[in-house]
């Protein structure tokens, strides 16, 4: 019944590497965001989704790159891995671009060694 | 900068007693959120107060907003061990479906 989920949870590589993570909402929402969260705690925007349209990408290294099949799924890709990249991951839907409200995924903790 | 500020950083208080949280901001907005987060898990909202709006309340929890002093404030009333967390408010401005997150503050509840 998770609305927001992503996959993995974990993810442990090594620099140069490249991954991706997985995100599916369940909502019918129609935006989806990735957030990052520092060691810090702190929560900062990557990039939006509404309609599998990009509508926002915060001058995010162009070694992310999202991909949106379908309005239900926004997954991440990460290539050539930094140890700067090393953070927890938030997913996040909202009902649209009017209705901010968001539901977060239960984040990715990257480890990058 | 045009994250928000959150004071305290750290809240120590006992079961029973009041948490006050505050929220303040640089630039004009169309609505702030606050958010809770658990040790480990994901973010989930709380309430929603509009830019026309002073203040709002869900169960045991208040929240005012001042647009001239750019501030809110979260209220928990008769806390609780479970409402130990670190509470975010997050600010949208413009047409940016952005949420601005503020540092957090972190709220121990203990028995």
């Known amino acids: 019944d998770t609305a927001v989920s992503q996959t993995p949870k974990y993810l442990v590589t090594q620099m140069g590497n490249d991954k991706s993570i997985k995100c599916e909402q369940n909502?019918?929402?129609?935006?989806m965001y990735w957030y990052k969260q520092d060691s810090k705690k702190f929560l900062k925007i990557m990039f939006s989704?509404?309609?599998?349209?990009?509508?926002i990408n915060e001058t995010v290294p162009n070694r992310f790159s999202p991909k949106s099949p379908d309005k239900a799924h926004l997954n991440l890709h990460i290539n050539s891995l930094e140890l700067g990249d090393s953070a927890v991951y938030f997913c996040?839907?909202?009902?649209?671009?009017?209705?901010?409200?968001?539901?977060f995924g239960q984040g990715t903790r990257l480890t990058v060694v | 900068s045009q994250q928000g500020e959150e004071d305290p950083q750290a809240l120590s208080i006992q079961e029973g007693e009041n948490a006050t949280m505050n929220c303040s901001y640089k630039t004009s907005i169309n609505n702030l959120q606050w958010y809770r987060q658990n040790s480990g898990r994901g973010l989930v909202h709380l309430i929603l107060i509009r830019s026309n709006e002073r203040e709002k309340h869900s169960g045991r929890l208040r929240v005012t907003l001042d647009t001239s002093k750019k501030s809110s404030s979260l209220l928990i009333t008769a806390s609780r061990a479970a409402d130990t967390a670190s509470y975010f408010c997050a600010r949208v401005t413009g047409t940016a479906s952005k949420l601005t997150f503020g540092t957090g503050t972190r709220l121990q509840v203990t028995l």
């Open positions: 996040a839907s909202s009902l649209g671009l009017k209705n901010t409200e968001a539901f």
């Open positions: 909502l019918g929402h129609d935006t």
């Open positions: 989704y509404n309609n599998k349209e990009l509508i």
